[in-house]
């Protein structure tokens, strides 16, 4: 079971861009019994948690993207969103997603790049 990610790309701060990730390889019961999230990692830091979502929707944000970032999941595709809005450049990074502790092994992330 392995997380993939995708809809990375480059955009000018204020901008949006919206990423999925699939859980490849997982059957619906195993993604549907997880809380997924989104983690980041930025150059020269940690990867950190920045948002969560529960099997019932329920989300969690970390506070440097609260309120300009929506996360959501679709469980009959295994799937989750990450939509991000009013972007600046410290939201530079590979953005990955895995399980709420993570469980499964790292996908390759997608890399999101904000210029100023």
């Known amino acids: 079971v392995q997380p993939v990610e995708s809809g990375g790309g480059l955009v000018q701060a204020g901008g949006s861009l919206r990423i999925s990730c699939t859980l490849s390889?997982?059957?619906?019961?195993?993604?549907?019994?997880?809380?997924m999230g989104w983690y980041r990692q930025a150059p020269g830091k940690e990867r950190e948690l920045i948002a969560t979502?529960?099997?019932?929707?329920?989300?969690k944000y970390a506070d440097s993207v609260k309120g300009r970032f929506t996360i959501s999941r679709d469980n009959a595709w295994k799937r989750i969103h990450l939509q991000m809005n009013s972007l600046k450049p410290e939201d530079t990074a590979v953005y990955y997603c895995?399980?709420?502790?993570?469980?499964?092994?790292w996908g390759q992330g997608t890399q999101v790049t904000v210029s100023s």
């Open positions: 979502v529960t099997r019932l929707s329920s989300t």
């Open positions: 390889g997982s059957i619906t019961s195993t993604f549907n019994s997880k809380i």
């Open positions: 895995n399980s709420d502790p993570h469980e499964f092994t």
